[in-house]
């Protein structure tokens, strides 16, 4: 993929009640870039993020991932693309108290229609680069809160997605394990992936080339170092 990896155009999110989250978006991040989108609680920034990885569509405007037109993409289009191309972290794990670390992550890829052993072999890879290669048959509440974000950044990026999302991935974390976490992300870049960042943290957000500032549901700075 070349060129842009995400746009927005002019897009709008409402929800019921009259609640706009979203106030005439537009925005193109880059193929490779590392973007981190700042703003206080409210902002905007959560919704942005479901809008650019198709959980979510927008009420108007133009929404394209990978040089895709995705706004009159078919549920099950969508889930293909999910599946396949993008890799999802959240602040809250979303992991499976009850699955190993390693069928966590296995399972992350059922959608992709890759065969079980595929799925567990490229599981594995994942979990060693994320430091866990010693620890994939524990269970998460097993784990520390570091360790269980590892665990879901793994399940993001075990299929090699062109596209990685997350949303305050450091949030629950005490601040050695967010670094750690962060640094996990910032590493995803080397494999040319394009990283998008949600934080309310401005030291987090300095560590980015690249941070989209936004209020009230619409991006008041774009700065670049």
């Known amino acids: 993929m070349s060129g842009a990896a995400l746009r927005l155009f002019d897009v709008v999110k409402e929800y019921p009640g009259g609640v706009?989250?979203?106030r005439g978006v537009s925005v193109e991040i880059?193929?490779?870039?590392?973007?981190?989108?700042?703003?206080?609680s409210g902002s905007g920034k959560t919704t942005m993020l479901t809008v650019l990885g198709t959980l979510e569509r927008a009420t108007s405007g133009g929404v394209e991932v990978g040089g895709r037109d995705v706004v009159d993409a078919s549920d099950n289009e969508l889930a293909g693309l999910r599946a396949h191309e993008i890799g999802f972290v959240f602040q809250g794990f979303h992991l499976q108290d009850s699955m190993t670390a390693l069928d966590n992550v296995a399972n992350g890829m059922l959608y992709t229609g890759a065969p079980a052993r595929e799925r567990r072999e490229a599981a594995q890879a994942a979990l060693e680069r994320v430091g866990l290669g010693g620890r994939v048959t524990h269970r998460p509440p097993q784990l520390s809160g570091g360790e269980r974000q590892r665990v879901a950044i793994a399940r993001a990026i075990a299929k090699h997605p062109a596209i990685v999302l997350a949303?305050?991935?450091?949030?629950?974390?005490?601040?050695?394990?967010?670094?750690?976490?962060?640094?996990?992300?910032?590493?995803l870049a080397s494999d040319g992936a394009t990283l998008v960042l949600i934080t309310h943290d401005e030291q987090i957000a300095r560590t980015?080339?690249?941070?989209?500032?936004?209020?009230d549901g619409e991006i008041v700075g774009d700065e670049r170092q």
Not at 30 to 40: E, F, I, L, Q, S
Not at 167 to 183: M, R, W
Not at 208 to 215: A, D, N, S, T, V
């Open 208 to 215: 980015f080339p690249r941070r989209l500032l936004m209020r």
């Open 20 to 22: 706009h989250a979203l």
């Open 167 to 187: 949303d305050e991935p450091t949030g629950n974390l005490d601040s050695k394990s967010g670094q750690e976490v962060l640094a996990l992300m910032h590493g």
């Open 30 to 40: 880059a193929t490779g870039d590392r973007v981190a989108v700042v703003g206080p």
